[in-house]
């Protein structure tokens, strides 16, 4: 296939934030749950809180990372083209692809802001990776908001369950159903369809 006529697929970056970001966001869900465990395991004496302490540190690491990327891949988003929907897809469909993405920022913005906040509002240090030296600052949050700020926190991973369930049956239905290229655009390794 000559070059001018090449199928649009997302750049090279735009494929790497979105596959490490997506790995990451289900890899903090499920590390949140272990944590609701661990507090328990604590309680029992079957762990130290030192030891809780840095599994949450870790959590808090890497939580911040993600709002790190979440706000690049949001610029990335906004100074560089995608590639268009395909003429194929009804009205409802370009709109349920366009509120699924827009959930998606929001989900990846929000969830890591409410977890600082809870973080916050607590009189425990946060060390990012456990350093001392590095000590993520508290943001102005009543220590009161503590529940309520967790509960939406720990909501998210829900949300973001939901969101992976539509993203991902939209992907395979492209692929498979349709036969399009939607999802080729987004697999480095998937061959665009003549």
Known sequence: MPASAEKPRYTIVAIVLHWLMALTLVGMVFMGWRMEDMRDLALSGELTFAEVQTYYNW???????LLVLALARLGWRFTHKVPPMPDTMKPWEKL?????HIGFYVVMIAVP?????????T???????????????????????????GSIHGAGGWVIFCLLALH???????HF???????????????PRV
């Open 59 to 65: 959590h808090k690491t890497i939580g911040i990372s």
């Open 96 to 100: 349920a692809a366009r509120g699924t």
């Open 113 to 121: 802001v409410f977890g600082w906040l809870t973080a916050s509002a």
């Open 123 to 149: 009189n425990f240090p946060s060390y990012i990776a456990n350093n001392p030296a590095l000590q993520l600052p508290h943001l102005p949050v009543p220590d009161s908001l503590y529940e309520p700020l």
């Open 168 to 174: 991902a049956g939209a992907a395979l239905k492209h």
């Open 177 to 191: 159903i349709n036969k399009d290229d939607v999802l080729t655009r987004m697999i480095p390794f998937l061959k």
